[in-house]
């Protein structure tokens, strides 16, 4: 076998230096792909699906209607078995990460007629002074994952959410973070938000109340 450079020649059948390391890094990388993916969502809706994007587009035209203040038309994509809750969160070491979500205290804990009511609340009366002149918003929604359910029509999804909210003539914004869970439904009058669950990353909210919508 004549060698050139440290190269063996393709005719003597050898395997060069090159050749060998190629097939050892696609045996790693076989061996990688074999491994489980460690976020085990085995009902998930591929990124990029028809459902993922009829889905998606839902929860951008949500934040559109609630940053624009429609707050009549928002109510008309609540399911009227609407549940939508956001409970506390409080500060716990590592080992106890399962307690930081306090879910016997909400900062919000309504049904469809309520949150209807605080609409009404908002827009038909003068007695909402906490949101009048109303505060500006923007609801950045980001990190939409979903997943089917047992129910052909319904599906969980996960996203999470960026809120700014600026009042009166002060310079700073006030800032909320949070991951959203939901039950999204599918109807013949359109896709209709059936649960919200809001896990605010916040233990102390960095605004003076909490009268605006998640």
Partial sequence: MELVAG??????GGVSPIQHK???MSTRAAKIDEKPNPVSRPRRV?????????????LYEEALLLDELRLDDWVGVLAEDLIYTAPLRMTRSLADQQLSIVRTMNHFDETFASIKGRVIRLTKTKSAWAEDPPSRTRRLVTN??????????????????????????????????????????????GVKL??????????????CNLAVFL
């Fill in 194 to 207: 059936a649960r919200r669950e809001i896990i605010i990353d916040q233990s102390v909210l960095g605004m």
């Fill in 144 to 189: 939409v994952l979903v997943d089917a359910t047992d129910i052909p029509s319904e599906f969980k999804v996960t996203s999470y959410v960026l809120l700014t909210r600026s009042r009166f003539e002060e310079t700073e914004l006030g800032v909320l973070t949070m991951v959203r869970h939901d039950l999204l439904r599918e109807t013949d009058h």
């Fill in 22 to 24: 190629e097939a050892s």
């Fill in 46 to 58: 591929p990124v990029g699906s028809p459902a993922y994007n009829r889905l998606t587009e839902f």
């Fill in 7 to 12: 190269v063996a020649s393709p005719d003597d």
